[in-house]
C-alpha cells in the first residue's frame, strides 16, 4: 500500500486528503495485472506553520517512476504527490511506524499489512494528541520567545564617550591580566551588568565605574590611575618626581611604636629637607589623614601632586609633635647612596666593606649601581653590603641588571602565568663585575617587588646572605597601559618564581639570619655598627658574610 496526497486539496486549501490507495493482496497470483482501487475518505489535517514544524510540500511526479516494478498502472494516478519537507513530532513518528525517511527529506508511507484501518488509527492519534490549540500555542510562545531574544540582543543604548573609556579598560584587564578566571566571575558578564547599571554620565562616574571593576578582582596592585597618577608615575620611573623629597618606610621595633611611617631620608635640598624633616621622624598623618593603618605605596601617591600644590604632613620628632606644609616640587632622584666602612684590624689585612644603599628600580638604578660598585672596587673593597630594606621596588628590568652585576651565572627569576612558566630570565657572566667578593643583603617588610626579585635571586644562588625580616611578599609583576584619555591602569601581568622555584607572593623571601632590633637605616649609622664593638648593633665581619 502506497499513500499520496491529493493534488486539488493540498494546493487549494490548509488540508489535505489521501486518496488513490492502491491495495495489493500478496496472495494475488503473478498474472493479476492491475491492482485493486479501494475508495478512500478525506482525512482533514491542519497544517500550521510555525517554528515547531516545516509547512508541508507537495510535489506532482508519475506513478511509475515510484511504484515501480507493481505492475501497469492506469492514468490516473499520474495525479499522485509525493509528500515532501514534513517533520512530524516523536509521537507520530514512534506510534505510527509506517513513516520511513530518506536522504532526500522525502517521506513516503510503508508497506504494512494493516491496511488503512492502520492509517486511519494514526491519523486519530495524531488529531487527539496534537490539538489545533495546542499547535498554536505552543507556536505562539515560541515565536514570543524568538521576539525577545532579538529584542535582548539589540543593543537599546547608544554607547556613549564614556561607555567607550569603561570598555577600553575592560578589554586592557581582558586581555592582559594574569587570571583568565578573573577572581572567579564571568568577565563578560561583569561588562554588560556594569554598561546596564553602573552611572557613567560624567569622566568622574566613570572612573568610580573602572575602580569598581578592578576592586573586583581583589588584587590591591592592580588601580586605576587618573592622568596625573599616571603621569606621575611615569616621570618617578624616570629618576625624576613631583613631590616633597622623601624616602618612607615601615617603621622597626627599634623605631618605637608602629603607628605612622618611617622617614628613611630626605633629599637633599627638596622641600622636606628644608623643612628640617631628618631620618628617623615618623609621618603621623597626611592632610588630617592618620598614617597608623597606611601603605607606603598610598602614602607615596598621597606625598606626590601637581608642581606647586601643598600637602601638610604631622611629624613626630622625638617627643615633638609638629605640622609642617610643603609646596611640591620636581626633585631628581639618585637611587643610590654608597660609603667605604674601614673595620678596625691588623695592617693591610683589615677589612674594608663597600656599603651600597639602593632605594628605587628607577632608569638610573643599573647604572648607579655599577658606578657605585665599580669606585668602591677602586678603592680596594674585600666585601660588599647591599641595602634594599624599604625599596619598594620599580622597574622589573633594573632589577634584572643589577643581579647580572653580582652573577657569573644562573637563572635570576621565572616568569610564570596560569599556565606555568612561560619564560626564564639568566645571565651568563658577560656583565658581573663583582661576582666573587663577599656579599650580604639586608631586607625587612618594606623590600618588595623588583627588591624581591633581586634578593630571591641572590639568595637561591648562593650569592649573598640574607639578613633582616621576611620581605613584603609581593611575587606578581605589573606593566603599566595608558588609556585614551591619559589616565592609565598598572595591570598584574604574571607571577614570578625564584630560582628555587619558589612562590613568594603573599610570603616574603625569608632571610637567613635576622639582624639586630636597632640596625641602623643609613650608611653613616652602618659603619658605625661595624666599627664598634660596644655598640648593640654591632655586627662583626664573620657574621655578616657567614652562612
Given at each position: 500500500?502506497?499513500?499520496?496526497?491529493?493534488?486539488?486539496?493540498?494546493?487549494?486549501?490548509?488540508?489535505?486528503?489521501?486518496?488513490?490507495?492502491?491495495?495489493?493482496?500478496?496472495?494475488?497470483s503473478?498474472?493479476?495485472?492491475?491492482?485493486?482501487?479501494?475508495?478512500?475518505?478525506?482525512?482533514?489535517?491542519?497544517?500550521?506553520?510555525?517554528?515547531?514544524?516545516?509547512?508541508?510540500?507537495?510535489?506532482r511526479?508519475?506513478?511509475?517512476?515510484?511504484?515501480?516494478?507493481?505492475?501497469?498502472?492506469?492514468?490516473?494516478?499520474?495525479?499522485?504527490?509525493?509528500?515532501?519537507?514534513?517533520?512530524?513530532?516523536?509521537?507520530?513518528?514512534?506510534?505510527?511506524?509506517?513513516?520511513?525517511?530518506?536522504?532526500?527529506?522525502?517521506?513516503?508511507?510503508?508497506?504494512?499489512?494493516?491496511?488503512?484501518?492502520?492509517?486511519?488509527?494514526?491519523?486519530e492519534?495524531?488529531?487527539?494528541?496534537?490539538?489545533?490549540?495546542?499547535?498554536?500555542?505552543?507556536?505562539?510562545?515560541?515565536?514570543?520567545?524568538?521576539?525577545?531574544?532579538?529584542?535582548?540582543?539589540s543593543?537599546?543604548?547608544?554607547?556613549?564617550?564614556?561607555?567607550?573609556?569603561?570598555?577600553?579598560?575592560?578589554?586592557?584587564?581582558?586581555?592582559?591580566?594574569?587570571?583568565?578566571?578573573?577572581?572567579?566571575?564571568?568577565?563578560?558578564?561583569?561588562?554588560?551588568?556594569?554598561?546596564?547599571?553602573?552611572?557613567?554620565?560624567?569622566?568622574?562616574q566613570?572612573?568610580?565605574?573602572?575602580?569598581?571593576?578592578?576592586?573586583?578582582?581583589?588584587?590591591?596592585?592592580?588601580?586605576?590611575?587618573?592622568?596625573?597618577?599616571?603621569?606621575?608615575?611615569?616621570?618617578?620611573?624616570?629618576?625624576?618626581?613631583?613631590?616633597?623629597?622623601?624616602?618612607?618606610?615601615?617603621?622597626?621595633?627599634?623605631?618605637?611604636?608602629?603607628?605612622?611611617?618611617?622617614?628613611?631620608?630626605?633629599?637633599?635640598?627638596g622641600p622636606?629637607?628644608?623643612?628640617?624633616?631628618?631620618?628617623?621622624?615618623?609621618?603621623?598623618?597626611?592632610?588630617?589623614?592618620?598614617?597608623?593603618?597606611?601603605?607606603?605605596?598610598?602614602?607615596?601617591?598621597?606625598?606626590?601632586?601637581?608642581?606647586?600644590?601643598?600637602?601638610?604632613?604631622?611629624?613626630?620628632?622625638?617627643?615633638?609633635?609638629?605640622?609642617?606644609?610643603?609646596?611640591?616640587?620636581?626633585?631628581?632622584?639618585?637611587?643610590?647612596?654608597?660609603?667605604?666602612?674601614?673595620?678596625?684590624?691588623?695592617?693591610?689585612?683589615?677589612?674594608?666593606?663597600?656599603?651600597?644603599?639602593?632605594?628605587?628600580?628607577?632608569?638610573?638604578?643599573?647604572?648607579?649601581?655599577?658606578?657605585?660598585?665599580?669606585?668602591?672596587?677602586?678603592?680596594?673593597?674585600?666585601?660588599?653590603?647591599?641595602?634594599?630594606?624599604?625599596?619598594?621596588?620599580?622597574?622589573?628590568?633594573?632589577?634584572?641588571?643589577?643581579?647580572?652585576?653580582?652573577?657569573?651565572?644562573?637563572?635570576?627569576?621565572?616568569?610564570?602565568?596560569?599556565?606555568?612558566?612561560?619564560?626564564?630570565?639568566?645571565?651568563?657572566?658577560?656583565?658581573?663585575?663583582?661576582?666573587?667578593?663577599?656579599?650580604?643583603v639586608?631586607?625587612?617588610?618594606?623590600?618588595?617587588?623588583?627588591?624581591?626579585?633581586?634578593?630571591?635571586?641572590?639568595?637561591?644562588?648562593?650569592?649573598?646572605?640574607?639578613?633582616?625580616?621576611?620581605?613584603?611578599?609581593?611575587?606578581?609583576?605589573?606593566?603599566?597601559?595608558?588609556?585614551?584619555?591619559?589616565?592609565?591602569?598598572?595591570?598584574?601581568?604574571?607571577?614570578?618564581?625564584?630560582?628555587?622555584?619558589?612562590d613568594?607572593?603573599?610570603?616574603?623571601?625569608?632571610?637567613?639570619?635576622?639582624?639586630?632590633?636597632?640596625?641602623?637605616?643609613?650608611?653613616?649609622?652602618?659603619?658605625?655598627?661595624?666599627?664598634?664593638?660596644?655598640?648593640?648593633?654591632?655586627v662583626?665581619?664573620?657574621?655578616l658574610?657567614?652562612?
Amino acid at each position: 500500500m502506497a499513500v499520496f496526497a491529493s493534488s486539488s486539496t493540498a494546493s487549494l486549501s490548509p488540508y489535505f486528503a489521501i486518496s488513490n490507495i492502491y491495495y495489493k493482496n500478496p496472495y494475488w497470483s503473478s498474472k493479476a495485472s492491475t491492482p485493486q482501487m479501494l475508495p478512500c475518505k478525506y482525512f482533514p489535517i491542519r497544517i500550521v506553520e510555525a517554528q515547531l514544524w516545516s509547512p508541508l510540500m507537495c510535489k506532482r511526479t508519475n506513478a511509475p517512476n515510484v511504484l515501480r516494478n507493481r505492475g501497469n498502472i492506469d492514468g490516473a494516478s499520474k495525479h499522485n504527490f509525493l509528500l515532501q519537507s514534513m517533520r512530524f513530532n516523536k509521537f507520530f513518528s514512534l506510534k505510527c511506524d509506517f513513516l520511513s525517511i530518506t536522504h532526500g527529506r522525502l517521506l513516503k508511507f510503508g508497506i504494512y499489512s494493516g491496511g488503512l484501518r492502520k492509517v486511519i488509527y494514526c491519523l486519530e492519534k495524531f488529531r487527539q494528541h496534537v490539538s489545533i490549540p495546542s499547535v498554536c500555542l505552543i507556536a505562539g510562545v515560541m515565536l514570543v520567545m524568538s521576539v525577545s531574544v532579538a529584542v535582548s540582543r539589540s543593543p537599546s543604548w547608544a554607547l556613549t564617550e564614556e561607555n567607550l573609556l569603561f570598555l577600553e579598560a575592560w578589554r586592557t584587564i581582558d586581555r592582559a591580566y594574569v587570571d583568565k578566571n578573573f577572581n572567579g566571575q564571568s568577565w563578560f558578564r561583569y561588562r554588560e551588568n556594569a554598561l546596564r547599571n553602573e552611572p557613567m554620565n560624567t569622566r568622574e562616574q566613570t572612573y568610580m565605574a573602572i575602580k569598581k571593576m578592578l576592586a573586583t578582582l581583589d588584587d590591591p596592585f592592580t588601580r586605576f590611575l587618573e592622568p596625573e597618577k599616571f603621569k606621575s608615575l611615569r616621570s618617578g620611573t624616570q629618576g625624576a618626581l613631583t613631590g616633597v623629597g622623601l624616602s618612607i618606610g615601615y617603621p622597626t621595633q627599634f623605631d618605637g611604636s608602629a603607628a605612622g611611617l618611617l622617614v628613611i631620608s630626605a633629599a637633599p635640598g627638596g622641600p622636606a629637607n628644608r623643612a628640617g624633616i631628618l631620618t628617623g621622624d615618623v609621618i603621623v598623618a597626611i592632610d588630617d589623614t592618620s598614617t597608623e593603618t597606611m601603605g607606603i605605596y598610598d602614602a607615596a601617591e598621597r606625598l606626590q601632586g601637581p608642581e606647586g600644590t601643598s600637602v601638610e604632613l604631622t611629624i613626630r620628632s622625638g617627643p615633638e609633635i609638629k605640622h609642617v606644609a610643603l609646596t611640591r616640587e620636581k626633585v631628581s632622584l639618585n637611587p643610590v647612596k654608597s660609603r667605604l666602612c674601614e673595620v678596625p684590624g691588623s695592617g693591610k689585612d683589615s677589612p674594608r666593606i663597600g656599603y651600597i644603599k639602593l632605594t628605587s628600580f628607577n632608569q638610573n638604578a643599573s647604572g648607579a649601581v655599577k658606578e657605585a660598585v665599580d669606585s668602591l672596587k677602586s678603592s680596594s673593597v674585600n666585601a660588599f653590603v647591599l641595602d634594599l630594606r624599604d625599596n619598594s621596588g620599580g622597574l622589573f628590568p633594573e632589577g634584572i641588571e643589577i643581579a647580572k652585576i653580582w652573577l657569573d651565572k644562573g637563572v635570576i627569576v621565572y616568569i610564570c602565568d596560569s599556565r606555568g612558566v612561560r619564560d626564564i630570565y639568566d645571565t651568563d657572566g658577560s656583565s658581573a663585575i663583582a661576582a666573587s667578593e663577599p656579599l650580604a643583603v639586608l631586607v625587612n617588610k618594606g623590600t618588595a617587588s623588583a627588591s624581591e626579585i633581586l634578593a630571591g635571586a641572590l639568595k637561591d644562588n648562593k650569592r649573598a646572605v640574607l639578613f633582616g625580616e621576611p620581605t613584603y611578599g609581593k611575587g606578581k609583576i605589573q606593566s603599566v597601559f595608558e588609556l585614551s584619555d591619559s589616565s592609565g591602569l598598572a595591570v598584574t601581568v604574571a607571577r614570578y618564581e625564584t630560582p628555587a622555584h619558589t612562590d613568594i607572593d603573599k610570603v616574603g623571601v625569608i632571610p637567613d639570619h635576622p639582624l639586630p632590633t636597632s640596625f641602623p637605616k643609613d650608611e653613616e649609622g652602618f659603619c658605625n655598627c661595624l666599627q664598634d664593638p660596644a655598640s648593640a648593633c654591632y655586627v662583626n665581619r664573620v657574621q655578616l658574610f657567614a652562612r
